[in-house]
């Protein structure tokens, strides 16, 4: 098992920048896969972008891509995302998630854990 623990969050001016931690409890942090998703009020959560669990491989949704940088330090067992030129649609709480595998997709059913959430608000 994983516990994850999401940090980082806070209230910016769109086009600011903020990094997100996740810090991961276990010695096996190596092997999962890691995501992050967001949910902001009234809809589903959605992916954002995930890191294989060497790092070799990350993807990110369309609107965030060139913009967010998923990483990962397994030294630290942390996954970070670095969200630069925020925008106001960017305000969500922001989800770390786990998966026992080398590599996994987008969809929520496939992560097995979950931090509590960070939110992060932008305005205009």
């Known amino acids: 098992q994983v516990q994850l623990v999401e940090s980082g969050g806070g209230l910016v001016q769109a086009g600011d920048s903020l990094t997100l931690t996740c810090a991961a409890s276990?010695?096996?942090?190596?092997?999962?896969?890691m995501g992050w998703f967001r949910q902001a009020p009234g809809k589903e959560r959605e992916f954002v972008a995930n890191?294989?669990?060497?790092?070799?491989?990350?993807y990110y949704t369309d609107s965030v891509k060139g913009r967010f940088t998923i990483s990962r330090d397994n030294a630290k067992n942390t996954v970070y995302l670095q969200m630069n030129s925020l925008k106001p649609e960017d305000t969500a709480v922001y989800y770390c998630?786990?998966?026992?595998?080398?590599?996994?997709?987008?969809?929520?059913?496939?992560?097995?854990?979950w931090g509590q959430g960070t939110q992060v608000t932008v305005s205009s």
């Open positions: 998630a786990a998966v026992l595998a080398f590599w996994k997709g987008t969809t929520t059913r496939e992560y097995d854990y």
């Open positions: 276990g010695r096996t942090f190596s092997l999962y896969t």
């Open positions: 890191i294989s669990r060497n790092g070799s491989i990350t």
